[in-house]
Structures are given as structure tokens and as C-alpha cells.
């Protein structure tokens, strides 16, 4: 089975519809030195089935994410992929898979470019994550992309839980990425969810999605030094 007849398994992961009023306090993730984003919308107008109102059955179209500047590209041309303008890309179906810009792994959108990126899990909570790992062991224990945890990934190495049951996404917590940005400098990632509002728990499988809250912080000094306040 492929990565994207895994993924499409999950026909009504997301959908859109409406949202109740029970975000998550914006304050809860600032740290004062990490970048945090909220709601920032995938494809929102493409669906895995037909007849969601205001969406068409059709493949969700990726979009590329650049740390420095927070800027958001969809331009998917092979200049663009190959380029290392942008540090991670958003992927397949409701833009759940996400990648490090790695110009040596043939299943990244950035095969064949100048990107540097890698990413692999940590365990931690976010402020716990204090260090990277050494470039080698990033290169060794590299995971290509994460996603739905335990599928495509054989590690639970994923950034969410699928539930067969209900069609749901659950992020998990105190999970950290630690990755290599396309220009080469140490960073640490959390995904903290794909609906919008960034609702603590969400029940209604219309919640509007996909809207990405995810937090990071970048080492610019070129070291493996990713502390931040707690």
C-alpha cells in the first residue's frame, strides 16, 4: 500500500463546516523567542468525497512554509520544489503529511535541489527539547516526512492519531520534531493541530480543517543549541 492509498483511507478526516467557541488560549504556547502560528489554511477548498458544500472532490494541492519570514508559497513548480526557499512542505490529503525540504530523499517534494532538511522525533515536551542532535545521527535516524502515527510511518513517529471510529484527527502532545532547515541550521518543530481555532478536543467531524497551529524555533547561530524558555 502507498503513502497516499494509506492516507486517502481516511476519506473524511477533515471536513468543513462550523466551529464551537473552544479555542485554546493563545498565550498557552509564546515563549517569547519561538515562532508561533495559528490557523494558517491549507487547501481548504478540496475534499476527499463529493458532496461537501463549498468544496470539490479533487487532490489537495501542497503548499511550502519558510521559518525565517513565515511566508507560505503554493507554487509547486520544480524550480520552487528545488529550490531551498521554503524549510517544510505541507502535503497529500488535508495537507497532513509534512516534509523537511531534503534534496536526497526521493519521495520529497524537494528531490533533486539544494535542501539540507531532516527531521526526527523527540519524545519531549517542547521547552524540554534543549539540544539537536548531531547532524550524522538526523542523517541516520532521519524519518523523510510524519503524519498519521503509525501509518505511513512503522515507528509512531506521526505529529496526530487517526480514529477509525469517529474520522478525527487527535494531535499528541508533548511530541517535538527536531530538524535541519533547507539551509542547514538546527530548529525544532511542534504541530499542534489542524482544525481551526485550535480547539482543545474537537467532536464534530465539520470542524473546519485544515488549519494549521504549529509552533518552531531556529538556532541561527549555526549551533545545536534549541533552548527556550518554559
Known sequence: MNIRTGLMASLLLFAACKKEDNNVSKDTYEDGVSTVIYDLAGDTEASVADGVEGKEKRPFKPFFFRFKDKQQSWDSTAAN???????????????????????????????????????????KPYASVTEAPTEADLQTNDLGFVGWDGYPQPYNSGWYFYSLNTHLAI?????????????????KLELLNVYKGNPPAVTDLHWPAPYFTFRYYVQEDGSRNLSTPK
Not at 109 to 123: A, E, F, L, Q, S
Not at 171 to 187: C, E, H, S
Open 81 to 123: 520544489r528545488k529550490s531551498n526557499s521554503w524549510d517544510v512542505a505541507f502535503t497529500d490529503v488535508y495537507n497532513a503529511l509534512v516534509y523537511p525540504n531534503n534534496s536526497a530523499d526521493a519521495r520529497n517534494p524537494g528531490y533533486g535541489g539544494v535542501g539540507k532538511g531532516r527531521i526526527v522525533m523527540v519524545d
Open 171 to 187: 494531535p499528541i502532545r508533548n511530541r517535538t520534531f527536531v530538524l535541519m532547515t533547507a539551509d542547514g541550521k538546527y530548529a
